[in-house]
């Protein structure tokens, strides 16, 4: 004779334990808070979800249905599960989240549903908030080395800024902002929420400027118990800029950039890249720059030489062809003028070159 299994809760046939049946009715197949909670900051429109303010782009339904969704737990043997949640607003801050989860339960068919009652609320983010208290825990003070830096590198300065910024702000922190920009005798100040959004803004500018960086800092007060500082970055450009002409080694050089304390420059004659040292360079007399060069027509060359016509005084003149400048005979070519005669540029970056 044998013995089969009954459920004992409702005595019907069952495996094991309780039958699929019972099971279902004492299982919970879908765990979610009553009470979800959101954030939007009415500056800047950046929300709080999860303890964090990040930028979804959302609306505040939306917010409330990922707060939602966040929370859900459900039962480890619903099989298939299938999950709606559909958000109504009752007034201007409170909304109605209704949750319902269907699957397949011990061959079952299962279903489960949850009210979830969410709060919308404003508050400004940190960030809003010491922007308009005119917080900064940095000031980069970009300056010259025999003078005030010009004006195209006082702009190209506040552009890199503002780069750099951004992309501070995109890796996560939310204290990059450039709360001002000062015009001071010998060159600008910016002043930043982060020191570590200004060491970077000066870390790019040293690198396409060269130069030197010296930093400080000083303290500020007290916040929550803790010492706060503010650090001072000086960025002194130096004397010579890209696209400066040069007369360094007994060569004309054309500026290209910096490596460390070190000015890569390349010779006009031969292409050569020359290095010359921070001495060098403060020493070395600077001719003009490539951003002020004159354009003339080539009207006769060789391997050499090439003979221009001024496009001033419509005169022919003839100076010495730079290496891998392949123009020919009737071409445009770049100039600069030295001492009576013209310095004729080698090509720039990126433009081809006739073999």
């Given at each position: 004779m044998r013995l089969e299994s009954v459920c004992p809760r409702c005595g019907g046939p069952s495996a094991l334990g309780l039958c699929s049946r019972c099971r279902l009715e004492e299982a919970t197949l879908l765990e979610v808070s009553d009470h979800a909670e959101v954030t939007a900051c009415p500056v800047c429109g950046f929300q709080r979800v999860q303890g964090r303010w990040r930028d979804t782009g959302g609306t505040v339904e939306e917010m409330i249905f990922e707060a939602v969704a966040g929370g859900i737990a459900l039962h480890r043997d619903l099989e298939d599960p299938q999950v709606?949640?559909?958000?109504?607003?009752?007034?201007?801050?409170?909304?109605?989240?209704?949750?319902?989860?269907?699957?397949?339960?011990?061959?079952l068919a299962a279903s489960e549903e949850r009210t979830v009652r969410a709060t919308a609320e404003r508050a400004t983010c940190e960030r809003c908030s010491r922007m308009a208290g005119n917080y900064y825990e940095a000031t980069i003070q970009l300056r010259g080395?025999?003078?005030?830096?010009?004006?195209?590198?006082?702009?190209?300065?506040?552009?890199?800024?503002?780069?750099?910024?951004?992309?501070?702000?995109?890796?996560g922190d939310r204290l990059s902002f450039i709360q001002e920009t000062k015009a001071v005798k010998g060159g600008i100040d910016l002043v930043v929420g982060s020191t570590q959004q200004g060491r970077a803004i000066a870390r790019a500018i040293h690198e396409r400027?060269?130069?030197?960086?010296?930093?400080?800092?000083?303290?500020?007060g007290t916040r929550d118990g803790r010492n706060v500082y503010r650090t001072s970055i000086l960025v002194r450009l130096p004397r010579l800029k890209a696209g400066d002409?040069?007369?360094?080694?007994?060569?004309?050089?054309?500026?290209?950039?910096?490596?460390?304390?070190?000015?890569?420059?390349?010779?006009?004659?031969?292409?050569?890249?020359?290095?010359?040292?921070?001495?060098?360079?403060?020493?070395?007399?600077?001719?003009?720059?490539?951003?002020?060069?004159?354009?003339?027509?080539?009207?006769?060359?060789?391997?050499?030489?090439l003979e221009v016509m001024d496009p001033v005084s419509f005169r022919i003149v003839s100076a010495s062809r730079p290496a891998n400048l392949g123009a020919g005979v009737g071409e445009e070519v770049e100039f600069l003028r030295f001492g009576g005669e013209i310095l004729i540029l080698p090509p720039r970056e990126g433009r081809g070159h006739r073999e």
């Open positions: 709606d949640i559909s958000i109504s607003k009752l007034n201007s801050t409170q909304y109605l989240a209704t949750v319902r989860v269907s699957g397949t339960f011990g061959g080395t025999a003078g005030p830096p010009g004006p195209a590198e006082l702009d190209e300065g506040r552009k890199i800024a503002e780069d750099v910024t951004k992309s501070c702000f995109e890796r400027f060269g130069g030197s960086t010296l930093e400080s800092f000083k303290l500020a002409l040069i007369r360094g080694r007994g060569r004309f050089l054309e500026v290209r950039g910096f490596e460390g304390k070190r000015t890569a420059c390349r010779s006009l004659r031969d292409g050569a890249m020359v290095y010359l040292s921070e001495e060098e360079a403060e020493d070395a007399p600077v001719l003009g720059n490539r951003s002020s060069a004159e354009r003339g027509v080539v009207v006769a060359e060789d391997r050499d030489v």
